[in-house]
């Protein structure tokens, strides 16, 4: 089954400290892979995405992501949090060549930047 | 960029009367558009997907009775909720596809059903 997985729940860091989220996928289809954010009662804003070419993306506010073929992953990454970064960061994926070519969501990550 | 609309942002209601919430993509023409529902801390599950003018494809669960969808052009989607009760109230969100595989979200609308 195709499947998206975010194994942490909640990621606690302090301000200006390194931080990385995982997201892992289970298929053996091609996909196309995205992170978005979610602050508290708003939609979903694009942080970048993987269609194809380099497999390090940037995006917005800094972070960056690379795609692990082998390990079928994607992790996100910052090198240096702030506090407005406090919000919930999905993982999604879309398995390439469904019907609907559907995005898959993962179950979120709450990422919480301390003082 | 590309960029979608939800109205209204929040409603109530009461229970066993129909609300409708409108998805538009303002500055380009949506092939595809979705509805998610929301609830609190959990992530999104979609429950239906339209392309224009054709009938919507509902995910399993989802009563297609119940929550009528209609994607009447490249720029409108509606979800209505019909006789809706408490258990209806949640965040849903609406996105869009253009021609790509990139999907533009918009707001959401919180619905509280009293």
């Known amino acids: 089954a195709q499947s998206v997985t975010q194994l942490d729940s909640q990621v606690p860091v302090f301000e200006e400290a390194p931080v990385e989220l995982r997201c892992n996928y289970s298929?053996?289809?091609?996909?196309?892979l995205f992170w978005y954010v979610q602050y508290p009662n708003q939609g979903l804003q694009l942080l970048l995405k993987?269609?194809?070419?380099?497999?390090l993306v940037k995006g917005i506010n800094g972070f960056e992501a690379e795609f692990n073929k082998s390990q079928t992953s994607f992790h996100l990454r910052k090198p240096s949090v702030h506090i407005s970064d406090t919000a919930e960061y999905f993982c999604a994926v879309i398995f390439y060549g469904g019907a609907t070519n559907k995005l898959i969501f993962g179950t979120g990550t709450l990422l919480a930047v301390q003082p | 960029g590309a960029v979608v609309s939800q109205h209204p942002s929040w409603v109530i209601c009461k229970s066993g009367t129909s609300v409708k919430i409108e998805c538009r993509s303002l500055?380009?023409?949506?092939?595809?558009m979705f509805w998610y529902r929301q609830f609190p801390k959990q992530s999104l599950m979609l429950m239906a997907t339209s392309n224009e003018g054709s009938k919507a494809t509902y995910e399993q669960g989802v009563e297609k009775d119940k929550f009528l969808i209609n994607h009447a052009s490249l720029t409108l989607s509606t979800l209505t909720v019909t006789s809706a009760h408490p258990e209806d109230s949640s965040f849903y969100i609406c996105?869009?596809?253009?021609?790509?595989?990139?999907?533009?979200f918009g707001p959401g609308t919180r619905l509280t059903v009293t």
């Open positions: 500055d380009f023409q949506a092939t595809t």
């Open positions: 996105s869009a596809r253009g021609g790509t595989y990139e999907q533009y």
């Open positions: 298929s053996s289809v091609s996909v196309y």
């Open positions: 993987y269609l194809s070419g380099s497999t």
